[in-house]
């Protein structure tokens, strides 16, 4: 409960994280759009009492007269005279030829010349020209009006009056108390000033940033992420072809902590509540239900392990109690009917003892059968070397006596002695198969040599052969005796179901991953009842003269050992076709 307690004061305080912050990121984006218009009725303001100063400086007969005498001292004492107070205001008074005349407010400028190109116009207001001027290294919100003298015909220009105020950190910091939040002033891509509330190397970083996203977006207001956190940044820029502007920028961590720490300390001081209460229930309940339910379990696992005589201990009357009276009395029922099945399964092994020693005694009835079998067929295939041998042996015995040499005749002798070993060692696998050792073996020329072995039996049965083997069947790691014995047993038994002869084909196919065999009788084939069985030991669809049933169970027992398996599909009277699949 406690844990759940917990992972809710985390969710409760990620939601309201995320809800207070788009809802304050909202109303601090408005806020931004209203103090950029209320930055602009202050600049439009400005800029219209500066135009309005100007003309009215230009029309004071005063000055029009002094400035008449083009003599500097003359006007510098009457422009001090008229602006007299006004420090905060530079005023500039220029000849036709822009030249300096006369110039007051701001000692700390040095001003000798006012090129009119240094000066930036933006528009004209009431007869005077507004714009930035570049003064002495510094930017100045400028208006200028043009000084003109009664003439014949026409006025005469007399010169130029000057009126500004510098764009420096005092003018930034003015903006930042009145409008809020923090200034800085810009011209092309460079920050020329910045008030006291932005670093300079921050307040450069915040331009950079805002301009590289202003091209991909195109607004005039975003949100960036510095190095201070989140930040509200608007842009203001003044009219005209050059570029200067103020960017304006609010922090907005700090106005979102103000609203949310609130906010989260009342959640957190619920949350601290709930959990002492829930620790609370939690006690109660461990004490009325978790403790009955623990030997509740305990007794469960007891009987899962098999203790029938367990009992339940819980003396609870409420549910819990109920519950644990009904497990007690189905924990007596298994125990009444686990004694029942112990004594039925003491019943079954008994006779399962006796089955198994009846079907072991079936078995070596079936085991001598097969020997005998083999013995016969053993005696049979033995007959003709045994008589090669006799017969190559008294030739040599004659040849010896005759002093002539006898070595071709031992030769045979010996050819013949191995081929009725190999004959012993053939017969024996297909009682017990041996396990040999693999190599790589060429699939394609063991079947050649078992076929050509068979040739004989094929020729005298009437079997036509049809072989298909694919070249680019791969070498197989596998046990090459014991591959002939398959094949072997798979050709033998398809000419015993071919008694009036036919036809056998033997293919091989390169798999992705195997390689198949395949051999396709035309012969009497197999009831379909049957193919489950033929692979047992000692099973066979022939008489009991003809086999003993361990052929194909050899040959699956040899394939399984390779790693592959026997497929067989066969239909009675259109014959069979075993299919042997090896890894390759």
């Not at 047993?489 to 195997?514: C, F, H, S, Y």
């Not at 069985?533 to 050899?554: E, H, P, Q, W």
Request: aromatic fraction near 6%.
């Amino acid at each position: 409960v406690a844990a759940m307690i917990i992972v809710m004061i985390a969710i409760a305080l990620f939601v309201d994280n995320k809800v207070v912050h788009t809802q304050v990121q909202q109303e601090v984006t408005t806020d931004l759009q209203q103090k950029l218009r209320a930055f602009d009725s202050l600049q439009r303001g400005q800029q219209e009492l500066l135009a309005q100063r100007a003309v009215v400086l230009a029309e004071t007969p005063h000055l029009r007269a002094a400035i008449e005498t083009f003599h500097p001292e003359t006007i510098r004492r009457e422009l001090a005279r008229i602006v007299s107070g006004k420090t905060d205001s530079l005023v500039i008074i220029l000849d036709p030829q822009e030249n300096v005349l006369a110039a007051v407010g701001l000692q700390n400028l040095t001003i000798d010349s006012f090129p009119l190109h240094n000066f930036h116009i933006q528009q004209s207001i009431a007869g005077a020209q507004i714009g930035v001027a570049s003064i002495d290294g510094v930017y100045v919100q400028t208006a200028l009006a043009p000084v003109l003298m009664p003439g014949v015909g026409s006025a005469v220009h007399a010169g130029y009056v000057v009126i500004g105020f510098p764009i420096d950190q005092a003018y930034l910091n003015y903006l930042d108390e009145i409008i809020g939040g923090h200034f800085l002033f810009y011209h092309n891509n460079t920050v020329e000033e910045a008030s006291a509330g932005m670093a300079p190397a921050f307040a450069r970083a915040t331009f950079e940033q805002f301009r590289a996203r202003a091209v991909t977006n195109g607004q005039n207001i975003d949100i960036l992420e510095t190095d201070a956190g989140e930040m509200l940044v608007g842009e203001w820029r003044l009219p005209g072809e050059h570029e200067f502007g103020y960017i304006l920028a609010i922090p907005f961590e700090s106005i979102f902590k103000e609203i949310v720490q609130p906010v989260e300390q009342t959640i957190v001081l619920v949350a601290v509540l709930t959990l002492v209460v829930a620790i609370l229930i939690s006690y109660f309940i461990s004490r009325q239900v978790v403790t009955p339910v623990q030997k509740l379990v305990l007794a469960t696992d007891a009987v899962v392990a098999g203790d029938y005589a367990h009992p339940v201990a819980v003396d609870a009357q409420d549910e819990i109690g109920y519950l644990a009276s009904k497990f007690d009395a189905m924990r007596r029922s298994l125990q009444k009917q686990m004694t029942t099945l112990a004594s039925k399964n003491r019943e079954l092994e008994q006779a399962l003892q006796m089955l198994e020693k009846t079907q072991h005694e079936l078995v070596q009835t079936e085991k001598l059968a097969a020997t005998g079998k083999i013995t016969a067929q053993l005696s049979h295939e033995l007959n003709n070397p045994i008589h090669n041998v006799q017969s190559c042996l008294e030739r040599a015995r004659r040849k010896a006596s005759d002093g002539q040499s006898a070595a071709e005749y031992l030769d045979l002798a010996h050819t013949e002695i191995v081929r009725m070993g190999k004959l012993v060692r053939q017969m024996l696998d297909f009682y017990r198969p041996s396990s040999f050792e693999h190599e790589p073996v060429d699939i394609n020329e063991i079947l050649t040599q078992v076929l050509h072995i068979s040739q004989q039996r094929f020729d005298e049965c009437n079997i036509e052969i049809e072989t298909q083997f694919e070249k680019k069947v791969p070498k197989i790691q596998a046990a090459p005796d014991q591959l002939k014995q398959v094949f072997l047993n798979l050709i033998t038994n398809a000419i015993d179901a071919m008694p009036d002869g036919g036809r056998l084909a033997v293919r091989t196919r390169a798999a992705e991953q195997t390689v198949e065999i395949t051999f396709s009788d035309t012969g009497i084939g197999i009831p379909k009842e049957q193919i489950a069985n033929i692979f047992d030991a000692f099973y066979t669809t022939k008489s009991r003269a003809s086999g003993v049933g361990l052929g194909l169970s050899v040959s699956y027992g040899i394939v399984k050992s390779h790693g592959g398996k026997i497929l067989v599909d066969s239909e009675v009277g259109n014959g069979t076709q075993f299919t042997i699949i090896l890894p390759k």
